[in-house]
């Protein structure tokens, strides 16, 4: 599976960002798709992750802001609306067939206050 990323950028704070992600290769092998980000100095964490059947699960940090959908077996948008300077990050897409996790490249999200 090889994902390819686009989106992101630099926003104000309150601004909003769509990622979007798209796989190819083995797509129908893949059990969900998520996002995860990583700030300078910290350690890659999971934003949102949605499964093969759309069920959805969200960091606490990005609850009620951030929204994950997948339009097609092979692409999932990451909707982010009220951006924080908290999200700065590169954010990576991520591709989970069993036990395996496919990396898309980071896409950067730079949010100032």
């Known amino acids: 599976v090889q994902l390819q990323a686009s989106g992101g950028g630099s926003v104000q704070s309150g601004g909003s960002l769509r990622l979007s992600c798209v796989a190819s290769?083995?797509?129908?092998?893949?059990?969900?798709m998520a996002w995860y980000r990583q700030a300078p100095g910290k350690q890659r964490e999971l934003v949102a992750e949605i499964t093969r059947r759309g069920d959805a699960n969200y960091a606490d940090s990005v609850e009620g802001r951030f929204a994950i959908s997948r339009n097609n077996v092979n692409t999932v948008n990451q909707q982010m609306n009220n951006l924080k300077p908290e999200d700065s990050a590169e954010y990576y897409c991520n591709a989970r067939v069993r036990a395996y996790h496919y990396w898309g490249q980071g896409t950067q999200v730079t949010v100032s206050s």
């Open positions: 290769g083995s797509v129908f092998s893949i059990d969900a």
